[in-house]
């Protein structure tokens, strides 16, 4: 990777309605955007708040090289989406308090675990 010329060195784009289109295509212009910015030295990353695997169809396209951010922040995993860089969980009376308040006005609640998913309730 050369040297970065400029004051910007690293990009990192959220999947859903930014880097794909609602649709949910990666477009050729956003992949040759991306690898053209790599070639200037700007490294490029993902975040969402999908689970590691629902990026999968990213990785290979875009030569993904650096950690990828899933479930908004709560873990960060390389590349292979299993190797766990970090994981970042809420301490247990803290989910318990959202998780009622959400339920209070009878709202969906969506719990991400450290398995691959989440669950509904």
């Known amino acids: 990777m050369s040297d970065t010329k400029g004051p910007i060195s690293l990009v990192i784009a959220d999947v859903d309605g930014t880097l794909v289109s609602k649709e ?4 050729q212009r ?3 955007s991306i690898h053209k910015m790599e070639g200037l030295g700007v490294r490029f990353a993902i975040t969402s708040g999908r689970p590691p695997l629902g990026m999968a169809m990213l990785i290979e396209p875009l030569k993904i090289s650096q950690p ?7 873990v960060l995993v390389k590349p292979d989406l299993k190797t766990v860089v970090r994981e970042n969980f809420l301490p247990l009376e803290v989910v318990k308090k959202a998780l009622k308040l959400i339920l209070d006005h009878k709202l969906d609640a969506w719990i991400y675990t450290d398995k691959d998913g989440s669950s509904a309730m």
């Open 24 to 27: 949910k295509i990666l477009t």
């Open 30 to 32: 956003a992949i040759d």
């Open 68 to 74: 990828v951010a899933a479930f908004n922040g709560g």
